[in-house]
C-alpha cells in the first residue's frame, strides 16, 4: 500500500502554544524541530519496511528544506506541482490541514494519509486497516475544540445534520471511496476558503475550525453516508491533556497514553478499547510536542532516546540522522556552529 505524506512549511506553527515567537534552535529557518525530524525519518523508514512505498507531496520551498536536511531522497516519489500551483486564498498558517486537502483531490485511489508525527511498525494489510472502504484511525469524544458547528463563525455547511456523530481522527487515513472523497474534500476546503481570515496565531475559533473542517465534518459525513469502515483504534478517545494523548514510543520513553473510553453504543457492540495493543507498534506524537516545545530537558531526553531507537532498528541510517540534525544546529545556532 502507498502511503502518502505531506509537508508544507509552517514558520508560524509554534506560536499557537504562546503567542510569542519561540527560542528554538530550528523554528526560524526549517519551521521544524529536531524531534519532528527524527520522527519524519522513523516514519518513512518504518512505512517502507512493513508497508510499502511512501509518496511525498510538498511544495518547492518544503523539498528545499527537506532536501537540505536529507530526508527527501528517501521517498520513493516526491511531487511539488499539486501544492506549488494549489488553491491558497486562505492563510494555511491558520489552516495547516488545508494541504493535505487539498492534495487527496488528485490521489489515485486507493490511498493511505499519514501525519508526519506517526509510525507504523506493523503490516496494517494483516490487521484488515484495508479491508474496508475507509480505514480509520480513532474516533474523538465531544471537548472543548468541538463546539457545535452553528456556533463557530463563518459556518456555511447547508447540509441540515443533525452533528452528534464522532469526529475521526485522520492522522492516518486508507481511502478507497470516490463518494466520500469527494464529497468530504469539497465540504471541507469549500467551509475553509469561506470562514473569515484568521490571524496566525492560534485562538479558540481557529482551532474549533480547523478540528471541524478535518475531523468534525468527516465524522458526520461517515455517520450519514454510512460507507464500510475499519477502526484501528476501538473506542472512543477522551481528551485530557496535551500530555494524556500521545500513543506509542513504548520502546522510546515512557510517556502518559492517550485514554480511550469503552462506548456501549458503537455498532451496538460493547468492547473494551484495544489501545494497549495498537500501541505496541502505532506511534502517534500528537499533543505531546507542545510538551517537549516547552521544557527543553525534556526534549533533550526524548531526543536522544529516538536516536538510541534508531540505532537500534535501522542502524544503516543512525550517522545519517545524527548528520541531519547537527546541520540543523548549525545552520540555525550559531553559537553550536562555533563550537
Not at 120 to 132: A, C, I, Q, S, W
Not at 296 to 301: E, F
Request: hydrophobic fraction near 35%; proline fraction near 4%; include cysteine.
Amino acid at each position: 500500500m502507498i502511503g502518502i505524506h505531506c509537508f508544507k512549511p509552517n514558520f508560524k506553527r509554534l506560536q499557537y502554544s504562546n503567542g510569542e515567537t519561540p527560542k528554538s534552535p530550528s523554528s526560524d529557518l526549517f519551521a521544524l524541530e529536531d524531534f519532528d525530524v527524527i520522527v519524519q525519518y522513523l516514519s518513512i523508514l518504518s512505512w517502507k519496511r512493513y508497508n510499502g512505498d511512501i509518496h511525498l507531496y510538498t511544495t518547492s520551498d518544503g523539498k528545499r528544506i527537506l532536501d537540505e536536511l536529507n530526508v527527501a531522497s528517501l521517498y520513493d516519489y516526491i511531487n511539488t506541482d499539486v501544492l506549488d500551483n494549489a488553491d491558497d486564498n486562505y492563510n494555511v498558517s491558520a489552516f495547516w490541514t488545508t494541504c493535505k486537502l487539498q492534495i487527496q483531490k488528485h490521489l489515485p485511489l486507493p490511498y493511505c494519509m499519514l501525519d508526519l508525527d506517526l509510525y507504523v511498525e506493523k503490516n496494517l494489510k494483516e490487521v484488515g486497516f484495508f479491508d474496508k472502504s475507509l480505514g480509520l484511525l480513532h474516533k474523538e469524544l465531544f471537548a472543548v475544540s468541538y463546539p457545535h458547528p452553528k456556533c463557530i463563525p463563518g459556518y456555511n455547511i447547508e447540509e441540515d445534520w443533525k452533528w452528534q456523530a464522532y469526529p475521526v481522527n485522520v492522522a492516518l487515513l486508507y481511502m478507497n471511496n470516490e463518494e466520500i472523497r469527494t464529497e468530504y474534500i469539497d465540504k471541507a476546503l469549500s467551509f475553509i476558503f469561506n470562514s473569515p481570515k484568521e490571524k496566525l496565531t492560534m485562538d479558540y475559533f481557529c482551532a474549533a475550525r480547523i478540528c471541524m473542517a478535518e475531523q468534525r465534518l468527516f465524522g458526520e459525513i461517515v455517520d450519514n453516508r454510512k460507507p464500510s469502515y475499519n477502526l484501528l483504534i476501538k473506542g472512543l478517545y477522551l481528551p485530557q491533556s496535551w500530555s494524556s494523548n500521545t500513543i506509542g514510543f513504548n520502546d522510546v520513553q515512557n510517556l502518559n497514553p492517550a485514554f480511550f473510553k469503552e462506548d456501549l453504543n458503537m455498532n451496538g457492540d460493547h468492547f473494551k478499547s484495544n489501545i494497549k495493543e495498537v500501541a505496541q507498534w502505532l506511534n502517534h506524537l500528537w499533543g505531546f510536542k507542545n510538551n517537549l516545545i516547552q521544557d527543553r530537558q525534556l526534549k533533550m531526553v526524548f531526543v536522544l532516546r529516538l536516536l538510541l531507537k534508531v540505532k537500534r532498528d535501522y542502524p544503516d541510517f543512525h550517522e545519517r540522522i545524527l548528520n541531519s540534525i547537527d546541520y540543523m544546529y548549525k545552520r540555525c545556532n550559531e553559537e553550536y556552529a562555533k563550537a
